[in-house]
């Protein structure tokens, strides 16, 4: 009977019996008569509306075995109905408002997950330049000849320059001075480094006759300033010295 609710009224007015059950024969018991075995509303309410229609024949159906519940009027019925509907269309506006927060919640996650991703790019590349640029710098000392060195000292020691510097933030030259003084020490300090693992004393004289050519301050443990065979402790001496013999290189 599922889905063919129109026949219920056609087949019951041809006499056949709803009274009987799916049970086996002769006394089917047992089973479950045709109102319990209809999965629908629509055909369940069929036997109801066939009921109240017929209600007061002589020959009425014995609805209690037939397991009907109480005749269900038309107006009842289009009640019921109209409940039916706005059920349905209150689920689908309750789905489609769920359906709408979850795709809302997801897109301000998506927008979340991208966010953190570009600040962690963001700083990755930050990172990266940094590394890059002190890279740079050290690799442009090393890269020098001590000819370029020696050059780069003599500027820094008189404040000119024969060539055309590069154009660094302050920060950038600072650190490549740094970079030279560094570089400039250690060449100065490797031949001193030899000497001390041979001969302590020899060592030991040599810091004491390594003065300043202008002062005659001793020298040990500073990084003096060099020009020709001069060596002065700070820029003023080396200043001094080239004032001494004219000369401004």
Same mark, same amino acid.
């Given at each position: 009977?599922?889905?063919?609710? %129109?026949?219920?009224?056609?087949?019951?007015? =041809?006499?056949?019996?709803?009274?009987? $059950?799916?049970?086996?024969?002769?006394?089917?018991?047992?089973?479950?008569?045709?109102?319990?075995?209809?999965?629908?509303?629509? $055909?369940?309410?069929?036997?109801?509306?066939?009921?109240?229609?017929?209600? *007061?024949?002589?020959?009425?159906?014995?609805?209690? #075995?037939?397991?009907?519940?109480?005749?269900?009027?038309?107006?009842?019925?289009?009640? *019921?109905?109209?409940?039916?509907?706005?059920?349905?269309?209150?689920?689908? &506006?309750?789905?489609?408002?769920?359906?709408?927060?979850?795709? %809302?919640?997801?897109?301000?996650?998506?927008?979340?997950?991208? /966010?953190?991703? %570009?600040?962690? #790019?963001?700083?990755?590349?930050?990172?990266?330049?940094?590394?890059?640029?002190?890279? @740079? #710098? +050290?690799?442009?000392?090393? *890269?020098? &000849?001590?000819? %370029?060195?020696?050059?780069?000292?003599?500027?820094?020691?008189?404040?000119?320059?024969?060539?055309?510097?590069?154009? #660094?933030?302050?920060?950038?030259?600072?650190?490549?001075?740094?970079?030279?003084?560094?570089?400039?020490?250690? +060449? +100065?300090?490797?031949?001193?480094?030899?000497? +001390? /693992? @041979?001969?302590?004393?020899?060592?030991?004289?040599?810091?004491?006759?390594?003065?300043? &050519?202008?002062?005659?301050?001793?020298?040990?443990?500073?990084?003096?300033?060099?020009?020709?065979?001069?060596?002065?402790? /700070?820029?003023? =001496?080396?200043?001094?010295?080239?004032?001494?013999?004219? @000369?401004?290189?």
């Amino acid at each position: 009977m599922q889905g063919r609710h %129109e026949l219920i009224a056609l087949l019951l007015d =041809c006499g056949e019996d709803p009274t009987i $059950t799916n049970g086996h024969y002769p006394l089917y018991a047992g089973g479950e008569t045709a109102y319990q075995v209809a999965r629908d509303r629509t $055909t369940r309410d069929a036997f109801r509306t066939y009921r109240y229609a017929h209600q *007061n024949d002589v020959d009425a159906i014995e609805w209690d #075995l037939a397991r009907v519940p109480d005749a269900l009027s038309p107006s009842q019925q289009h009640e *019921n109905e109209a409940r039916a509907r706005d059920k349905k269309k209150r689920e689908r &506006t309750r789905r489609k408002q769920r359906e709408r927060a979850q795709k %809302e919640k997801q897109a301000e996650k998506k927008v979340q997950s991208d /966010s953190g991703e %570009e600040e962690m #790019l963001d700083k990755i590349i930050a990172e990266k330049e940094a590394r890059e640029q002190k890279l @740079t #710098l +050290r690799n442009r000392v090393k *890269n020098m &000849t001590p000819q %370029e060195i020696q050059e780069r000292m003599r500027s820094m020691a008189t404040g000119t320059s024969t060539k055309a510097k590069p154009v #660094l933030s302050p920060e950038a030259q600072r650190a490549a001075d740094r970079e030279l003084r560094f570089q400039a020490a250690q +060449r +100065r300090l490797a031949p001193q480094s030899a000497q +001390r /693992s @041979t001969d302590v004393r020899t060592q030991n004289v040599q810091h004491s006759t390594d003065v300043c &050519t202008h002062c005659g301050v001793s020298l040990h443990g500073c990084v003096p300033f060099e020009q020709f065979d001069w060596k002065c402790c /700070s820029v003023q =001496c080396l200043h001094g010295q080239q004032l001494v013999y004219g @000369t401004n290189i």
